[in-house]
């Protein structure tokens, strides 16, 4: 059970980018809750896998020596989800989602790219929790901010799309 959780449902097991391959089935999932609930029920799973995540990585670090295994991809998901949450933290009906005027598709999908470039890069201080922070935090804590920057950016980008639009 530990392993099918921390590596989302074996997606971590990709042998190619086991990192993007995790968040790839995270954003749908997330979707989903955003669709079928809202955007503080997709927050606060998120908070609950984060929580329960450290704690079994602690522990799988501690019975393997490994830190950071790169087929654990709950990370991924917990930063996926919050980027979600932020941006674009809406309730849509699910024949919705298609439609690009309200910006949830679009959104969903910057989040994703965004997501993936602050993971990989790890600007400021996400890579700083991610070189100096020990154990199940370590490997949480910079995909959970860059999941917060991800859907900010998301969010500001999209409003600034929206301005521009107004003025042309």
Request: glycine content about 10%; proline content about 3%.
């Amino acid at each position: 059970m530990n392993w099918f959780f921390l590596t989302v449902g074996y997606s971590g097991l990709s042998p190619k980018a086991p990192g993007t391959m995790g968040t790839l089935v995270s954003l749908p999932l997330g979707m989903a809750i955003l669709i079928y609930f809202d955007a503080t029920t997709l927050f606060l799973a998120a908070s609950l896998v984060s929580i329960l995540a450290i704690k079994i990585i602690n522990q799988y670090e501690e019975e393997s020596g490994t830190h950071d295994n790169q087929k654990i991809v709950i990370d991924e998901l917990a930063g996926m989800w919050f980027a979600l949450s932020v941006a674009p933290a809406t309730t849509i009906a699910m024949h919705q989602v298609l439609d690009l005027q309200n910006g949830f598709l679009i959104q969903s999908l910057l989040s994703f790219v965004l997501f993936r470039v602050y993971d990989i890069t790890k600007p400021s201080i996400i890579g700083r929790i991610d070189s100096e922070a020990k154990g199940g935090v370590g490997v949480m804590g910079d995909d959970i901010i860059a999941g917060f920057a991800a859907g900010i950016s998301s969010a500001a980008l999209w409003q600034g799309w929206l301005y521009l639009k107004d003025l042309i």
